[in-house]
């Protein structure tokens, strides 16, 4: 192999192939390229290590290869930080911005960091409640602008545990970038992150989700950005809707293969005078009966030039209530980074789009 070839978008295997690894070097170019890639991300990042690999701390080409390997994920150009959640932002070469956010996240005495990815420049979906719907999608991004946005948190500093495709863009419509980043994610010679701390979230794309479906990844969690109990409300609030809906969303749910243990994760974000009535928790209760789902009641974060305001607390507490007594399994995520337009639905420079 001659030149120097980036890593980040490459599982082993396909880095063994690139280099024409023989079976005498496999050893120590697993460690190669654990190292670059900033090591396992195992149960709880930083403590383990697979015992049988070194650690690698030497530079590529030392005994059993002559590789001139490097993973060098996009230059963070900015980071802001509120004292809770934190938003980092890539610069590509192309002069666009990739943003990410790190989440902590605590549950029965677990704390832990969940990386929130963007899987587009922008997106083409145009949720009336989402930021980065004002940009309109610039591009898709590709595997190693995927991998890269994981390895630069941890290179950050963050202790990433868990991965959601939840940042700018719909993962589905990156279908092949998104799988593909998946199984580098997960692949148990590099990152090694355990399936189901991935979650792909969709804003309910029928063919994504049977095309994900098919590849048998029974661990991996799916989320489903809902946002309204009937397709009068989700065609105002999402595009989407008109072409596919609600009903026909559900077919291809029911037919999604859950494990016996698993939920689908069902966002809502809870939007006052639009979404938030009592009969509107009935018919959302109505809807889900047939599914397996947990509803994850997200205040809305009013973006900007937002024509509605954010709901107050006992809104949300009572709407909580509603879908409880009704037999609904649901929780409420903590508006988390609304001060810095971290928070869900909010990422996306606006600049970026005015230079389109
Ligand atoms: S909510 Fe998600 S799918 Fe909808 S416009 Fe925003 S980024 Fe796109």
Known sequence: MRGSLDILGLRFDELCEAVGAGPHQLKRLRAEYRRLMGGKMASDE??????????????????????????EPLPVVRRVEDGVVSKFIQRTADGLEIESVVVPMQRRGQAWKTLCVSSQVGCARGCAFCETAQLGLLRNLSVP???GQVVAARRLGEPIRNVVFM???????????????VRVLTDPNGLSLKWDRVTISTVGRTEGIRRLAALGWRRLNLAVSLNAPNDEIRSRLMPVNRLEPMARLREALLAYPLRKCQFFMIEYVLIPGVNDAREHAAELVE????LKSVVNVIPYNPRRDSPWPAPAEESVVRFLGWLQSAGQVCKRRLTKGRDLLAACGQLGNRELARGK
């Open 145 to 147: 602008e995927i991998i």
């Open 287 to 290: 809807y889900l009966r047939p």
């Open 167 to 181: 940042g700018m863009g719909e993962p589905f419509d990156n279908f092949d970038a998104v799988v593909r980043a």
């Open 46 to 71: 930083g403590a383990a290590r697979d015992p049988s690999v070194p650690d690698g701390d030497g530079p590529a080409g030392q005994p059993g290869g002559s590789w001139d390997l490097r993973a």
